[in-house]
């Protein structure tokens, strides 16, 4: 979504949770543009009223800019971050939407019935792991070298990867033991020992009114 608010006159703010996949995609697009926002950290079961004003949806990443115009699409915010330095004209050519957009409805789908099986009725979570497993295959073939855009990551390895974080994480043994995806998870670790990602997962306490403003990005690290 994007609609003009109030101005908010000094840096971008950004709405985020350390652990959500989503946020981390933004924020690892961010400092990857070298660009600086105001981070303002949220404790998902007592959102800001003003994060819920911006975004009625209250979901992060939100994204406040200057100009008042909100953009509370993950996706979105990586899109914005990529307009500001010549990495996007590499993550643009490697943008791989077929990829993106499974990952996000059919892959996601499968991991929170895999992760979370006692959310849902009548949910075998093995089903849902092999489910999840045959899109991984998809991807592995996909990889040629170190990363889906080649040599460095692309706007599709970081769009992806939070996810394929978060699947590893629930059996971390079984999935490391995988011999048809031996491409995939040498990707997975090699994202989880990446700069650009390990940096953007420091602690910040939950934000409140009033709190000292917390800059994110190039200048933070």
């Known amino acids: 979504m994007h609609e003009l608010i109030e101005p908010n006159k000094r840096l971008p703010v950004l709405y985020s949770f350390r652990r959500c996949p989503y946020a981390m995609r933004a924020r690892m697009a961010i400092n990857q543009a070298d660009k600086v926002v105001e981070l303002r950290e949220v404790v998902l079961r007592d959102k800001p009223a003003h994060m819920v004003e911006l975004s009625p949806k209250a979901t992060v990443p939100v994204l406040w800019l200057e100009d008042g115009t909100v953009i509370d699409e993950s996706l979105e915010v ?5 307009d500001y330095t010549n990495w996007p004209s590499l993550l643009l050519e490697t943008n791989n939407g077929d990829l993106i957009s499974k ?8 991991l929170d019935k895999y992760k979370y099986p006692n959310r849902y009725e009548d949910t075998d979570a093995l089903e849902h792991r092999e489910a999840a497993l045959d899109i991984l295959k998809n991807i592995e073939a996909n990889l040629q070298g170190d990363w889906l855009g080649g040599s460095e990551p692309s706007f599709t390895d970081i769009a992806i990867l939070p996810f394929i974080r978060q699947f590893r994480g629930v059996d971390t043994d079984w999935f490391d033991s995988l011999s048809d995806i031996s491409k995939t998870i040498s990707w997975t670790k090699r994202f989880l020992d990446w700069e650009g990602f390990t940096s953007i997962m420091k602690k910040y306490p939950q934000w409140k009114p009033g709190d000292c403003v917390t800059t994110f990005g190039v200048t933070s690290l």
């Open 78 to 82: 990586m899109a914005w971050a990529a």
């Open 103 to 110: 990952n996000d409805t059919s892959f996601k789908f499968h």
